[in-house]
């Protein structure tokens, strides 16, 4: 039985490597693997769930991110996933993958922007030229959102509505924020002052029927957190 047991394991150790075309095929199949396509994956794919028009470039751009990288394909955006030269045996994938990805980013922009890049050979060029086109340097972008902010209210909106107006613009305000590593005691109050700006920003942008319970909100000490005050305001 041992010496059984040894000619087995000895077949198993010396199998022969895989050759070159059969490792490619495997990486490619891997599903693991950013050259992966799905069998539910085509040129018409829904993404995201807005065009591309101009102006929504910031919230577009995050929102194709999160959907490339839920689909293993940012690199081929970002260039972690460069083009293969011709000779390379992963040639033939890259381009697969690229004109996928190419063809998910051109059905999600307008279709007078998308004419303007159909000539473009790489997804990374495209997504390139879509930056350089639209996005903002920071300083008039946070001038834009501040402006807005000071200026929103409620108005005939209902709760849930300006809340979330609210939070679009705090979010985005806040991804232009330098990110701290500092886990110390001055970052627990920055957060804290945070929160009340964001809680003293919602009260006042509230229609005076609100007067009451935004009284009581602010004689508790310390303010609760901007979710837990848009709770007691919805129950109101």
């Known amino acids: 039985m041992a010496q059984g047991g040894g000619s087995i394991a000895g077949n198993n150790n010396n199998k022969a490597p895989l050759n070159p075309i059969q490792m490619n095929r495997t990486y490619v199949e891997d599903s693991n693997s950013s050259f992966f396509l799905q069998s539910g994956d085509?040129?018409?794919?829904?993404?995201?769930?807005?065009?591309?028009?101009?102006?929504?470039?910031?919230?577009?751009?995050?929102?194709?991110?999160?959907?490339?990288?839920?689909?293993?394909?940012?690199?081929?955006?970002d260039n972690t996933i460069p083009h293969p030269s011709p000779d390379d045996l992963l040639y033939g994938a890259w381009i697969r993958c690229n004109s996928m990805v190419t063809s998910w980013?051109?059905?999600?922009?307008?279709?007078?922007?998308?004419?303007?890049?159909?000539?473009?050979?790489?997804?990374?060029?495209?997504?390139?030229?879509?930056?350089?086109?639209?996005h903002e340097s920071n300083a008039p972008r946070i001038y834009?959102?501040?402006?807005?902010?000071?200026?929103?209210?409620?108005?005939?909106?209902?709760?849930s509505a300006y809340y979330t107006s609210l939070r679009i613009l705090w979010d985005e305000l806040k991804d232009y924020?330098?990110?701290?590593?500092?886990?110390?005691?001055?970052?627990?109050?920055?957060?804290?002052?945070?929160?009340?700006?964001?809680?003293?920003?919602?009260?006042?942008?509230?229609?005076?029927?609100?007067?009451?319970?935004?009284?009581?909100?602010?004689?508790?000490?310390?303010?609760?957190?901007?979710?837990?005050v848009f709770s007691l305001v919805i129950q109101e």
Request: proline share 4%; glycine share 6%; with cysteine.
């Open 42 to 77: 085509h040129p018409g794919l829904i993404l995201v769930p807005h065009q591309l028009t101009g102006s929504n470039y910031t919230i577009w751009s995050r929102s194709m991110v999160m959907a490339l990288t839920a689909k293993n394909k940012l690199g081929f955006v």
């Open 177 to 228: 924020q330098p990110v701290s590593d500092c886990h110390c005691g001055s970052m627990k109050e920055w957060v804290t002052y945070h929160n009340q700006e964001y809680v003293m920003q919602f009260l006042m942008g509230l229609n005076d029927s609100y007067a009451q319970i935004c009284a009581q909100v602010l004689m508790i000490d310390p303010l609760p957190v901007i979710s837990k």
């Open 105 to 134: 980013i051109l059905n999600f922009v307008k279709h007078e922007i998308a004419a303007s890049l159909m000539y473009m050979t790489s997804c990374r060029e495209v997504w390139l030229d879509l930056h350089d086109r639209f």
């Open 144 to 159: 834009q959102i501040k402006k807005t902010l000071s200026g929103l209210h409620q108005g005939s909106m209902d709760i």
